[in-house]
């Protein structure tokens, strides 16, 4: 089977109610090849090619949601043909467990994927003001300056020529408080040559003013048509959204929301990405995936019941990886390319075996049922043309066993400052949509918490090439944008075989976590 895209797109709504729709997924120049297989002991081959992956969490959008609509909808479907063929079931239905899921070789070949997360628009419209804000209030300073300066040489002149001081104090009073109540010059001024000198001034204020008004409109202007400049001839670096600016008709951008230039929260990137998924052959557990989430989960039980068990091996290359944070002048993280630059070479390798799990609900209390139509514009107030679809309380879990080898010879950057923090806050409650919600009344967990309790296994980086270094950068300022003379602060570097281990099982204490070294 073979399929050819020039421009696909997933799009989803943020609410049910919601009257647009925003894109999700977007894949460019795609070319799908699957191979079936010819027996029912073979396994199925999927290979993907495309120029452009982007894919874009919308802000304030539920993940979760979204693998619910799929779910449901497989599950509505079984039940509907079910109802078909062996009639209504008044029970109500319960989840068997499926067993072991055997996934089929995928390859994915792409120039360049990118996976962010949309800022909330009033947040990045606010960070915009602020900064535009600093700019505007300096050059506000100097014009004040000059006028100051301009009302200090009318006092000067007017001492030099009036003697009476009646009349220099009754002057330099109002063209003090000119600022302050400038209807004072509206009042009636029995010395004419007096009126005419606070006239003459209000009015030079008042062009002032006004000259500030039209100079924070037009820098707002500008901003953002620089800003789309900007945008437009950096999209393969900034987003790698090409596909979203091919010829397409009308009725194909109907009610989708239009592409947004403000910067994304986070941003992940790959240049030249190989991804490569099959099934795992667990070498150190004797084939058996029960056996390896019971030595990477540090025993869970083999007798557990579970719901799905769906293992797999992932291996990701890619030429260049970065992490950005908004648009921040300084990456979170880059693994650049090797020195020669060539393509599709292979400075950054990960690979994983990992095992998704989901245990079986032990008693009843474990299952929420959601009404289901079965029919649509049919008024069903008893439940007889309804579905009560089951739905599981527990837990998506994840064993792993990660190695990461990055090879290129130059230098690998992150970045970290006290700034950050109010960014990965955000981020933290984002990343909690793409978890179940939970009917548990007691406060939510942390995001650290929740990783701990989910999150099984550990990770091993390794820097194999010499003359690679790692380059950590901490930055000496709470603005993130400062980063020159005081605000650089001080960059360590490491050397010459570098590893950093995350739980590490063959560590020798429990309390490090964390090895680097």
């Not at 497989?74 to 079931?89: C, M, N, Q, Y």
């Not at 319960?94 to 089929?104: A, D, E, Y």
């Not at 309790?453 to 790692?470: M, T």
């Amino acid at each position: 089977v073979v399929m050819e895209q020039k421009l696909l797109r997933l799009a989803v709504k943020k609410y049910p109610k919601a009257e647009f729709y925003n894109c999700l997924l977007t894949l460019d120049n795609m070319r799908l090849v699957c191979l079936l297989p010819d027996d029912s002991n073979e396994i199925m081959k999927v290979s993907i090619h495309d120029s452009n992956i982007k894919i874009s969490i919308p802000s304030n959008f539920i993940v979760h949601s979204l693998f619910d609509a799929i779910i449901l909808t497989a599950k509505l479907t079984k039940k509907f043909i079910a109802s078909v063929k062996e009639g209504p079931s008044r029970t109500l239905d319960k989840t068997s467990p499926t067993g072991v899921v055997k996934l089929p070789n995928i390859k994915l070949k792409s120039e360049s994927l990118a996976f962010m997360i949309d800022d909330d628009p009033f947040e990045a419209e606010l960070n915009m003001i602020f900064q535009l804000g600093l700019l505007e209030q300096r050059a506000r300073l100097e014009k004040y300056k000059c006028f100051n300066q301009y009302l200090d040489t009318v006092k000067e002149k007017a001492g030099n020529r009036y003697s009476d001081d009646k009349r220099l104090s009754f002057l330099n009073k109002n063209l003090s408080s000119l600022f302050s109540n400038p209807s004072l010059l509206e009042q009636n001024i029995e010395d004419e040559e007096l009126a005419f000198i606070l006239t003459d001034c209000g009015k030079k204020l008042h062009k002032l003013r006004v000259n500030i008004s039209k100079s924070w409109i037009m820098l707002i202007k500008e901003f953002k048509l620089k800003r789309h400049t900007v945008v437009q001839s950096n999209m393969e670096f900034l987003s790698a959204n090409l596909g979203s600016f091919l010829p397409v008709s009308s009725s194909f951008n109907s009610k989708l929301v239009d592409f947004n230039e403000n910067p994304s929260l986070m941003g992940l990137y790959f240049h030249n990405l190989t991804a490569r998924v099959r099934p795992p052959k667990f070498e150190n557990d004797s084939g058996d995936a029960l056996e390896f989430m019971y030595r990477v989960g540090k025993g869970v039980p083999k007798d557990t019941e579970w719901d799905k068990v769906i293992p797999m091996r992932l291996i990701l290359s890619a030429s260049e990886v970065r992490v950005h944070l908004r648009d921040f002048p300084l990456p979170l993280a880059y693994i650049p390319n090797y020195k020669s630059a060539e393509r599709w070479s292979d400075s950054f390798v990960l690979k994983a075996t990992l095992v998704f799990s989901e245990p079986m609900p032990k008693t009843d209390k474990e299952y929420m049922y959601l009404p289901v139509p079965m029919y649509f514009n049919v008024v069903d107030e008893c439940g007889i043309y309804s579905w009560q679809a089951p739905k599981t309380t527990t837990s998506v879990k994840c064993y792993y066993e990660c190695e990461c080898i990055i090879s290129s010879d130059n230098p690998t950057m992150v970045t970290w400052s006290t700034a950050y923090q109010a960014v990965m806050r955000q981020l933290n409650i984002c990343f909690d949509t793409f978890s179940k919600p939970t009917s548990d009344p007691s406060p939510k967990l942390g995001i650290w918490d929740k990783m701990r309790n989910i999150l099984h296994g550990y990770v091993k980086i390794n820097w194999k090439n010499d003359e690679s270094e790692v380059r950590l950068n901490i930055l000496n300022s709470y603005d993130p944008y400062k980063i020159l003379g005081y605000n650089a602060g001080f960059t360590l570097v490491f050397k010459k075989g570098v590893e950093w281990m995350i739980n590490d099982p063959h560590r020798k204490l429990e309390r490090d976590y964390f090895i680097f070294r």
